[in-house]
């Protein structure tokens, strides 16, 4: 079956971390670059970190410093760790795989971050 799942979204408080993972099947993994989306409510989705297939990585300037995308291709997982977590980080956050070579785009279906003291 081809899919996305995310897991490891939660609540957690103001400065603290959190780890997202999203493990794919049914896809060759190496041949997909993966990003990490999220939507806050009443805002559009945006672009939060970028892993290629060759590993280079790229991030929004809100979370640069503070989030690190990374990929494991044995368990065909894609991880995003978040620290120093802010309140304005609070969104559903969604893993996306976009095919280096077919432009094909798949999605999983979210995990919400509640930051909040």
């Known amino acids: 079956q081809v899919q996305l799942v995310e897991s490891g979204g939660g609540l957690v408080q103001p400065g603290g971390s959190l780890r997202l993972s999203c493990a794919a099947s049914?896809?060759?993994?190496?041949?997909?670059?993966m990003n990490w989306y999220r939507q806050a409510p009443g805002n559009q989705r945006e672009l939060v970190a970028t892993?290629?297939?060759?590993?280079?990585?790229n991030y929004a300037e809100s979370v640069k410093g503070r989030f690190t995308i990374s990929r494991d291709s044995v368990r065909s997982t894609v991880y995003l760790q978040m620290n120093s977590l802010k309140p304005e980080d609070t969104a559903n956050y969604y893993c996306?795989?976009?095919?280096?070579?077919?432009?094909?785009?798949?999605w999983g279906q979210g995990t919400q971050v509640t930051v909040s003291s």
């Open positions: 049914g896809i060759i993994f190496s041949n997909n670059h």
């Open positions: 892993i290629t297939s060759d590993g280079s990585t």
């Open positions: 996306n795989a976009h095919g280096r070579w077919s432009g094909r785009d798949l």
